[in-house]
């Protein structure tokens, strides 16, 4: 199936320099009895598994930290994170494209492709607030002069 809205995938360089203009700290995480600090920008999603969250990384590593997706989101750059379901926040730095799926009751229904390869449902009552993000932040992007 086409992609739709995402004129294409942001470079590895691309994502240094805008995460660098956005001026997109690391993150501190609990880990295990100690604190972790990780790149917000290395953050291609993160899913939400009842009181914690499972953090997926840009070079295919996970991290499992004990807390909500709800106590994350607020900590997360607004510019670039969008949650596109309850369940899923996704780093717009790795979106590959907006695809229209069918579910099995016959409705129509989008998902958002990240350059990993996975696949994240958006909420039939969350898609147009996610595409009008989308559209902003590549419209921010462009303005940048970065794409």
């Not at 660098?20 to 790149?39: I, S």
Request: hydrophobic share 35%; glycine share 8%; proline share 6%.
């Amino acid at each position: 199936m086409k992609a739709v809205l995402v004129p294409k995938p942001l470079s590895h360089a691309y994502v240094e320099q805008i995460a660098q203009q956005f001026g997109m700290p690391d993150l501190t995480l609990p880990f295990w009895g100690y604190r972790k600090k990780m790149p917000m920008h290395q953050i291609v999603r993160l899913e939400g598994e009842g009181n914690y969250t499972l953090f997926h990384f840009s070079d295919g590593s996970q991290l499992m930290v004990s807390l909500t997706l709800k106590k994350m989101e607020s900590r997360l750059s607004p510019r670039c994170f969008v949650r596109p379901h309850k369940k899923n926040i996704i780093n717009l730095l790795y979106l590959e494209g907006i695809y229209p799926d069918t579910l099995h009751s016959g409705r129509p229904q989008l998902s958002a492709g990240l350059v990993n390869g996975d696949r994240v449902e958006v909420s039939r009552r969350k898609a147009s607030r996610f595409i009008k993000q989308v559209k902003g932040f590549h419209e921010e992007i462009e303005s940048l002069g970065s794409v």
